[in-house]
């Protein structure tokens, strides 16, 4: 992908910003993420933590449905989704109650990369139309659910919601 490991310095990289912007784009995010000791990849959370909480007053993930799934090389767990769904509702971001562990994933692929028949395949598919069913409906109300009554009220008192520099520099002022 070619995606730096996160660096603030690097904000303007190409990679960063073309993940933001498919971010920005996107109704939702399907996140997958192999099990490695237990937990997410470094890889997979390098991904995340390039995608801010807040751009400014924006917070560009808040809103958008998300969908979990694992693989695993070896019994079926559930660590990686528990965590993915963490840092889902961290990034405010809603996320589908149906979700899919596969155990020994490669066992469960052909040569070309698909997913054989079976019924962790099943699963995967059941999952991928709830989300995208989830997402419809979610569609119609994401405005709704990020209207924040401490922001209706900041915008009332300063004119514009601040960024966290901004508040930070007016409480060391004050």
């Known amino acids: ?5 996160r660096d603030p310095a690097l904000e303007e990289h190409p990679k960063v910003k073309e993940l933001r912007a498919l971010s920005s784009w996107s109704e939702g995010h399907v996140w997958v993420s192999p099990e490695m000791h237990g937990a997410i990849t470094g890889t997979f959370k390098n991904q995340i933590d390039w995608l801010p909480l807040n751009t400014g007053s924006v917070r560009p993930t808040q809103g958008r449905t998300c969908v979990v799934l694992q693989v695993n090389g070896g019994s079926q767990s559930f660590n990686v989704v528990n965590e993915l769904r963490r840092l889902a509702r961290w990034m405010r971001m809603p996320c ?3 979700q899919s562990s596969v155990a020994k994933a490669w066992q469960e692929f052909d040569d070309d990369g698909r997913m054989k028949e079976s019924d962790f395949r099943d699963r995967v598919v059941d999952v991928i139309e709830e989300y995208y069913k989830f997402t419809l409906i979610m569609r119609e109300h994401a405005d709704f659910l990020v209207d924040r009554f401490s922001e209706r009220k900041e ?3 300063k004119g514009k919601l601040l960024t966290q520099a901004q508040k930070e520099a007016a409480k060391a002022n004050s």
């Open 96 to 98: 589908c109650t149906n």
């Open 1 to 5: 992908m070619g995606l730096p490991v």
């Open 155 to 157: 915008i009332a008192q």
